[in-house]
Every structure is written in C-alpha cells, then in structure tokens.
C-alpha cells in the first residue's frame, strides 16, 4: 500500500510516500517501479537514475539481511531533493553505514559483498543508518537512509 502525506497539495515542495515491502527478492523492482511514478509525479525525474540505484540497493540490502518485511519511504525534502529511507527487522548496522559520513574505504577486490551500500555513500550527496530498538514502530530492526538532488560533483564522481 502506498501512502501519501496530508502536506502534498498543489505547490508544495514537501511530500512523503511509504510502500511497504513483504520479504520477497522482487521488492527492489517493486521499489524502483514506485520510484520512478513518484518522481516523475513530483517533476523530480532528474534524479531518477541515481535515486533508483540507491533505493534498489537499500531495499535490496534488507531483503538479503533481514527476515521480515522492510518499508520503502520517500520523502521529498524540497523541489529538487529526495530523501530515501529504508527500514527493515535486523538492528544491524552494516559497513560502510555502521561509521558514519566520512572517508569511505574501498571494498577489498576479494570481499564477496559490501560494495552495494559502498555504492550508495558513493552516489548520495548524504547517507546514515540508525538502530530502532525494541518497541519503536513495534518492530525495533534498523533504518538506512540517503539523499540525492541535483549535484554536479556527481557527474565528476560517475567519471573517476
């Protein structure tokens, strides 16, 4: 089911939607599809390349770690900004998340995974991840967020 906040009204620049996600490995399609309609409802479809990878990793990132469901939200923080949260049951943290914004280390060439959210602290403009615990929502798990808006440093780093 997807959700629409009460502020979405004609010229406004904040609006908010959830999906929730059932543990199931077409989720992340599900996400990107979502995606897509929302931003190009909100004018917003210059970010759609970027946002999807993002969303597509997180949600994908909660269905290989976790046991339950997850939920998708999107937030619109002003006319040319997006906010993508994704929570899911396990409070675990992972890296590069677990460190907080900074420096990012490069996935070691023989690492079997990790390089998913390494992409999303790449590609966001922000990033963060914070531990629910028990009773918050009545589920505890984790949240893992990023932003994207429009940002020519991001061109520069799809280059390098």
Known sequence: MV??????????????????????????RIARVTLRA???GHGMSQLQETAELLASELVTN????????????????DRSRLRVSVWDTNPHIPPPFDKGPGPLCPV????????????VCHYADA???????????????????????????????VAA
């Open 3 to 28: 959700t629409v906040s009460p502020s979405e009204c004609e010229g406004s620049s904040s609006w908010a939607y959830a999906l929730q996600l059932p543990h199931d490995p077409r989720a992340a």
């Open 38 to 40: 929302v931003l190009a």
């Open 62 to 77: 909660a269905y290989r770690y976790s046991t339950g469901p997850a939920t998708l939200r999107l937030r619109g923080i």
């Open 108 to 119: 070691p060439a023989e690492a079997v995974g990790g390089r998913g959210l390494f992409l």
């Open 127 to 157: 990033w963060g991840g914070c531990p629910l615990g028990d009773g918050v929502f009545g589920a505890g798990g984790k949240l893992l967020w990023c932003e994207v808006g429009p940002s020519a440093g991001r061109d520069e780093r």
